[in-house]
Each structure stands twice: as C-alpha cells, then as structure tokens.
Nanobody, 129 residues
Framework: QVQLVESGGGLVQAGGSLRVSCAAS????????VGWFRQAPGKEREFVAG????????????TYADSVKGRFTISRENAKNTVYLQMNSLKSEDTAVYFC??????????????????WGQGTQVTVSS
C-alpha cells in the first residue's frame, strides 16, 4: 500500500523559514516525479515545486512556480525515500495546506494535479504577518 506522509508544517512569522518533508512507503521516489502543491482556503490547489525522477547520478531536474522561485527549494534524500521543501523568506500569502504527490513511474514534474497518482494528506503552513 502506497503512503505519502507530510510533516514539518507549523506557524512561522513572515520572513522566517520552514522545511516540510514528504516520506514515502510502498513506492520509491527516485523512479517518480514528486511535486509539492498547496491549497489555501477558498482557492484551488496550485503547483509549488517539482522534481523529476532521479537516475542516481543526478537528483532530477527541478521546477518552481514563479511565486516561490528563489525562495523555495525542493530536494530529495534517496536513502530516506523522502522529498523536502525548504521554504525561506515566507510571506503571509504562502499560508496554505501543503501536499506532496508522486507521479507514475518515470513521470516528469509538471504543474497539473491530474498527472500525479499518489497524494499525501497535507500539512498546514501558517505564516503570520
């Protein structure tokens, strides 16, 4: 059974940093694209960052939403089968529930939610101004 479990969310002041994690069981992240999405109250789920599958020599190409480029970094730790989202210079508009998602085998990190097969339950990130 596949499970994606996010952790690390919380309350942080504007300008601060937070790292959220996504740990997988039942699948191997290196063979799939992994995306981070977020959903604020009353808004649609939106793409934040993604990382392609890894061939073992490189970590996989990354891509970011314009709104987080330069502030957020997605990375993977293969030994722990975990993907991270490091969030710096947080703003109040970053407040949302953050979800991780995994694609089918050998998928690419894209912005469309429909391209991801497995989803975590989400972790709340609240940025106070």
């Amino acid at each position: 059974q596949v499970q994606l479990v996010e952790s690390g969310g919380g309350l942080v002041q504007a300008g601060g940093s937070l790292r959220v994690s996504c740990a997988a069981s039942g699948l191997t992240f290196t063979t799939r694209a992994v995306g981070w999405f977020r959903q604020a109250p009353g808004k649609e789920r939106e793409f934040v960052a993604g990382i392609n599958w890894s061939d073992g020599r490189t970590t996989g190409r990354t891509t970011y939403a314009d709104s987080v480029k330069g502030r957020f970094t997605i990375s993977r730790e293969n030994a722990k089968n975990t993907v991270y989202l490091q969030m710096n210079s947080l703003k109040s508009e970053d407040t949302a529930v953050y979800f991780c998602a995994a694609s089918d085998l050998w998928g690419l990190a894209v912005r469309e939610t429909s391209r991801y097969r497995y989803w975590g339950q989400g972790t709340q990130v609240t940025v106070s101004s």
